[in-house]
């Protein structure tokens, strides 16, 4: 459901010029539970908002399902932001004047999708993530884990075909973020949908289906995970 063709993106910065995503070349099914490890730096975040067409890539093709969206438009690269992927972020990004049932719902309501059935959509996915009892407290009354279960299911309310996890458990304590993993893996195998993983914690390999390594903007290593 995505494949990525000689993929490189370059920053510059002062007289220096940096190679974030080196060539990459990548082919993701569906269906797959992809981790990409590496330190602080080494890319993987940008390679994610490419991806995800947060950014745009100087050279190489980003296909998914079938579609190039790196030649996109802006406008089409919005639609397909909004519809077909799905982001979850490190440091939550929850709106604190929004309950939580309010911040799941979100997506759907910039949409300007029917109220009735995103209320369906948010409350099975509250119960999903377990927090459907917590629908109507704001951010700063839940714990950074529920923050986090918040902020997979506001990912998840567009029905996407493919997930991307940004470090999602870089904030959190280490029993906590295994739960989060085991939670991820769950709703992978629920959904039927396709997540890719970027994180240096190397609890990930356990949960995921394959895991690749990242360097200074270089895929290096291929292992099989569970």
Known sequence: MLELTNLSKTYTLGQQRIVAVNRIHLVVEQGEFLAILGKSGCGKTTLLSLIGGLDRAIHGRIVVNGRDISQLPEKDLTAYRRHEVGIVFQFFNLLPILTVAENVALPCVLQGLPPDNTEQRVEKLLTEVGLWQRRRHYPHEISGGEMQRVAIARALIHKPSLVL??????????????????????????????????????????HASRVLYMRDGVLLQQEDGC
């Open 165 to 206: 996890a940004d470090e999602p458990t870089g904030n959190l304590d280490s029993s906590t973020g295994q739960q989060i993993l085991e939670l991820m893996a769950e709703l992978r195998q629920r959904h039927n949908i396709t997540i890719i993983l970027a994180t240096h914690s190397k609890d990930a390999i356990e």
